[in-house]
């Protein structure tokens, strides 16, 4: 039984550099979700998809940042022109939608981006 | 909109000692209430949950009760271990699913 996966694990670029990560979920679940996590603080919901759909975004994603999950299974976040701003950690979560609608999520191990 | 606030940390106990880290919130309907936590280089793990009014998730020691008339869900642990040393985050997810939105942690430390 694999976990959430996300790769990579850490990230340094250059400001203006854009930047892809991938997450790879829980294989039986449905939903997935991204976060990001400043240092001190919990995390902040960025955006989910059902399946292949996206079905939320939040205020704080800004044009610069898009997510897919174009078979309804791996995702990935690309951030273009990063700016220092953006570092932080990166959080993928997955779960699964049933009967009881708990939504208890799984997350992954998260990425770290640092924008020199 | 919805939110949820924790006390802040850090909190330093010893070995032994009980543990109290309170968590409020703010929320239309009823959302679900978790305790999540975050041991050094680790990801989010899921601590307890609750579903209703009264629910009291437990796990590992841990206790919450989803408490509706004081929009709290404060955690609890009557002796606390060295190993329990992490960051306790609190989180809320609306009753259709979707996003959890999460406090800002609490981070504990357990003296021998």
């Known amino acids: 039984d694999t976990g959430v996966s996300q790769n990579p694990r850490h990230k340094i670029t250059k400001r203006g550099q854009n930047v892809t990560f991938r997450c790879d979920p829980i294989?039986?679940?449905?939903?997935l979700y991204w976060y990001r996590q400043t240092l001190g603080q919990g995390p902040e919901f960025l955006t989910y998809f059902q399946n292949e759909a996206q079905l939320e975004k939040s205020r704080l994603l800004s044009d610069r940042f898009s997510a897919e999950r174009p078979k309804g299974s791996f995702s990935t976040l690309e951030i273009q022109r990063t700016e220092q701003g953006d570092s932080a950690m990166y959080l993928c979560?997955?779960?699964?939608?049933?009967?009881?609608?708990?939504?208890?999520?799984?997350f992954g191990p998260g990425t770290r981006l640092t924008v020199l | 909109g919805n939110s949820v606030t924790q006390m802040e940390g850090p909190v330093t106990l010893s070995e032994e000692a009980f543990l109290t880290i309170n968590c409020t919130y703010t929320?239309?309907?009823?959302?679900?209430l978790f305790w999540y936590v975050q041991y050094p280089g680790e990801g989010l793990q899921l601590l307890l949950k609750?579903?209703?009014?009264?629910d009291k998730g437990s796990n590992k020691g841990f206790e919450a009760t989803y408490r509706k008339e004081t929009t709290s869900f404060h955690l609890e642990k009557g002796s606390v271990q060295v190993s329990d040393s992490a960051v306790y985050f609190c989180a809320l997810s609306d009753p259709r699913g979707g996003k959890l939105i999460f406090g800002q942690g609490t981070e504990l430390s357990v003296k021998p």
């Open positions: 979560a997955s779960s699964l939608t049933g009967t009881s609608g708990v939504n208890e999520q799984f």
């Open positions: 929320a239309t309907g009823y959302p679900s």
């Open positions: 609750a579903t209703k009014a009264d």
């Open positions: 294989s039986e679940h449905n939903r």
